[in-house]
């Protein structure tokens, strides 16, 4: 395993870095924030990622895309977590995207790819259920003429109120999962803003005996399984990613602001109980960093990855709030300033944490995972 990287992931993660730190400022997020009803998507910078050549990393050449692999995909998502973007870039590049590429017809691919190279499209994905299980969705899918019709309702959909068409799994009549491709322009799809408390906007997405053509079936019917399961993993590193970088930005504003914070006549960096905790934030980064960058790397080679990813997540969760909560306390008053930049990440990261499942939840799965190996 190594975690260099080559020229050309080199100049991605350059590239990516200039563009973030150009358009995601301050500045720009809290206009975004501020804007009553507005759905914090910000079409400039997708779009400059766009004429960049950023949204089609790892999509085939043949939709436009420049065929390279998860890892320079990851390098952008890590890149968007540090500067708080508001952008799709967890749910369209590292997760929808890709599945369409990897599990769609020449049909299917030829009809969204482009798009989202081009950053017209945006496709996000529901794998996340109200009781837990994605493989156990709470939409229907009955069979209807050649196709199918799906009834139900998905919720927490990233940007599902600026999305052009969903991944939605849906439970089949014998029970099993399969994922349907959704055009959100369809009669029948409804969606509505969900707002949660860590600032994101999310949606719920209702399908009311919505029309699915026999191209809208995303594989094949028994590839569901598979499908949930590569919609999850991907989900699950891209937070982890996005973590890593939130992660980064809260320690780099602590290094700044204890530098130049005075008391007593001097830089309460110079405090040991100021370095001692800064230090124990900085090793949580480093932890939260390797571990989503070695779940990332396996991912991408397509080696087994889900105790590298239960670990992974465990960190972002658990060492992402000692790390965001050591950062405010650091900052004494102005840690919890909403005109500061920490409070976003603060809230990044407790949205982070919950998705998909938190620290607990990693534990349980990892410690079912070695308690199934043999002794």
């Known amino acids: 395993m190594d975690f260099s990287f080559s020229d050309e992931q080199e100049a991605v993660r350059e590239l990516a870095g200039r563009i973030f730190g150009d358009l995601a400022t301050h500045e720009r997020l809290r206009r975004l924030e501020d804007e009553v009803g507005g759905d914090r998507f910000d079409r400039k910078l997708w779009s400059e990622l766009a004429s960049a050549g950023l949204l089609g990393l790892s999509l085939p050449e043949s939709a436009g895309g420049a065929g390279l ?21 967890i749910e369209t590049l590292a997760v929808a995207a890709p599945a369409v590429a990897r599990f769609g017809t020449e049909t299917q691919r030829a009809r969204w790819l482009p ?52 991944l939605v799994p849906a439970r089949l009549p ?18 509505a803003r ?32 598979s499908i949930v399961d590569f919609l999850v993993q991907r989900t699950t590193v891209a937070v982890c990613l996005a973590q890593a970088g939130a992660a980064e930005a809260a320690v780099a504003l602590v290094s700044e602001y204890t530098k130049t914070r005075e ?14 905790r800064a230090a124990d934030a900085y090793v949580d980064c480093q932890a939260i ?40 306390h650091l900052h004494g008053g102005v840690g919890v300033d909403r005109d500061y930049p920490l409070h976003r990440h603060f809230l990044a990261t407790k949205h982070y944490e919950l998705t998909l499942g938190g620290a607990t939840e990693q534990l349980v799965h990892l410690g079912g995972m070695l308690a199934g190996e043999p002794a």
Not at 297 to 311: F, M, Q, T, Y
């Open 174 to 191: 014998g029970g099993e999962p399969a994922i349907f491709v959704v055009d959100l322009s369809a009669p029948g799809v409804t969606r």
């Open 263 to 276: 008391q007593f006549g001097k830089p309460i960096a110079s405090f040991q109980a100021v370095g001692q």
């Open 69 to 89: 692999g998860f890892l320079e995909t990851a390098i952008v998502v890590e890149a968007a977590g540090r500067t708080a973007a508001c952008v799709p870039v």
């Open 194 to 225: 969900q707002p949660v408390n860590t600032g994101q906007i999310e949606a719920v997405l209702t399908l009311d005996g919505v029309s699915i053509g026999p191209d809208g079936l995303l594989g094949t019917e028994g590839d569901g399984g």
């Open 115 to 166: 798009g989202v190279v081009t950053g017209a499209c945006v496709i996000t994905s529901a794998p996340a259920e109200p009781g837990g299980d994605p493989r156990c969705p709470s939409v229907a899918a009955e069979p209807y003429g050649e196709g199918w019709r799906l009834s139900g309702s998905s919720s927490f959909v990233a940007s599902g109120m600026v999305a052009d068409v969903a």
């Open 289 to 328: 960093g390797l571990t989503a960058w070695q779940a990332a790397w396996r991912i991408d080679r397509g080696l087994p990855a889900d105790k590298e990813l239960a670990v992974a997540k465990f960190w972002a969760a658990d060492g992402g709030q000692r790390v965001v909560h050591a950062a405010v």
